[in-house]
């Protein structure tokens, strides 16, 4: 058995890894295992990587509410040809917060090398929270990059395994005139309901088992039979950026002629009890903003009285949009410039005033505790 791993240990290297699991895993794997131990106490209780991933889990302070892990790469970026897996399990009553340090760089992709992937399997248990704010990240010119998130809900009919996913994306350096020169972008989210027994479809191929239940048989794709060993599927949501893919709608128009200007988009995936305050929060802001034909910003001749986030929003090129799929809350953030969307969103979690004062005991600091917001400021 795995020796458990206090809440304030911190693995800077593979060799500090706590598991017999750790001389096993591939390069680029990782295991996150989070478990609360009696009477109450919130444990790492396994913390794995292997090069080029890197997870540091700094010391909580005594009131911490959650654990925190930084998903960190040698050189703050990830090269051509480089795969992460990254498995994550959280307990029964436990809370974890991922996040990075800056953005994820990704860097070109070279002509003999595969694309850049980066995969995630996160495990939720029944009254389990977890929240994912990483920075952004920056593919740059001539890269090709594959993200594929999927979290496991255990408990879908209670809404008691939580979750709030930012996901984003922004243009490579500007200062170089990488103004979405990418090759390809692919970064998908899937959220299953799973039952508390079943295996994880990354724990059977990485494990190796040699249970034939675990082989999928009869006709179908692999996607498919994926699905039936993960349980059902609930929400995907997919964005795809690909500069060699011309628009034949307009006249064809090239990636970068197709943003519009935009220079980053991302999507929140909020779902679960803890956060309904906050659901409802947002849903009513979307309530509130202005429709075209209905309100004007430039005047103060409406019904109602325009707030100061609703016109910084509009002066930082915000477009955003929110809609409830299957019990969670889809929302979509768009700007011209990352300040501005940084505190946009910063300002939808922390449940913001109209005066732009954040809720001191809002959804995320009330469930997480302060300071998860490092990301957004």
């Given at each position: 058995m795995a020796t458990p791993l206090s809440a304030g240990a911190?693995?800077?290297?593979?060799?500090?890894?706590?598991?017999?699991?750790?001389?096993?895993?591939?390069?680029?794997?990782?295991?996150?295992h989070v478990r609360v131990l009696p009477p109450s106490k919130l444990t790492l209780y396994q913390?794995?990587?292997?090069?080029?991933?890197?997870?540091?889990s700094p010391a909580p302070t005594q009131w911490a509410k959650s654990l925190t892990v930084f998903v960190l790469s040698y050189g703050g970026g990830l090269v051509s040809g480089d795969a992460v897996n990254l498995r994550v399990e959280v307990e029964d009553r436990g809370k974890l917060c991922l996040q990075t340090q800056g953005t994820t760089k990704i860097f070109k992709q070279t002509p003999s090398s595969p694309p850049t992937v980066q995969r995630m399997t996160v495990r939720i248990h029944p009254g389990a929270s977890f929240l994912l704010l990483p920075d952004p990240v920056q593919p740059f010119a001539e890269s090709n990059y594959i993200q594929h998130?999927?979290?496991?809900?255990?408990?879908?009919?209670n809404d008691t395994s939580s979750l709030v996913v930012l996901d984003w994306v922004t243009e490579g350096r500007a200062a170089r005139d990488e103004h979405w020169s990418l090759h390809r972008f692919e970064s998908r989210n899937e959220v299953f309901a799973v039952s508390p027994n079943t295996i994880n479809e990354e724990t059977v191929v990485?494990?190796?088992?040699?249970?034939?239940?675990?082989?999928?048989?009869?006709?179908?794709?692999?996607?498919?039979r994926k699905q039936k060993k993960r349980g059902k599927l609930l929400l995907r949501d997919a964005m795809i950026l690909d500069s060699r893919v011309l628009s034949p709608a307009n006249d064809g128009e090239t990636l970068r002629e197709r943003q519009d200007g935009q220079t980053i988009f991302s999507t929140l995936i909020i779902r679960g009890k803890p956060f309904e305050e906050l659901i409802a929060y947002i849903k009513a802001r979307y309530a509130?903003?202005?429709?075209?034909?209905?309100?004007?910003?430039d005047t103060d001749d409406d019904s109602r009285r325009h707030n100061r986030i609703e016109i910084e929003a509009r002066n930082s090129g915000i477009?955003?949009?929110?809609?409830?799929?299957?019990?969670?809350?889809?929302?979509?953030?768009?700007?011209?410039?990352?300040?501005?969307?940084?505190?946009?969103?910063?300002?939808?979690?922390?449940?913001?005033?109209?005066?732009?004062?954040?809720?001191?005991?809002?959804?995320?600091?009330?469930?997480?505790?302060?300071?998860?917001?490092?990301?957004?400021?």
């Open positions: 911190v693995a800077n290297s593979p060799s500090s890894t706590t598991s017999p699991l750790a001389s096993s895993i591939s390069a680029g794997d990782g295991l996150i913390l794995n990587y292997k090069y080029p991933l890197k997870l540091i998130q999927t979290f496991e809900l255990e408990d879908t009919a990485n494990g190796n088992s040699n249970n034939d239940n675990n082989t999928a048989s009869g006709n179908g794709s692999d996607e498919s509130n903003e202005p429709r075209i034909g209905q309100k004007r910003w477009m955003w949009a929110a809609s409830s799929v299957r019990g969670f809350l889809l929302v979509k953030v768009s700007g011209v410039e990352m300040e501005g969307v940084k505190r946009f969103i910063r300002g939808l979690l922390g449940q913001v005033d109209g005066d732009g004062v954040a809720k001191e005991d809002g959804c995320i600091v009330r469930e997480f505790g302060s300071g998860m917001f490092r990301c957004l400021e």
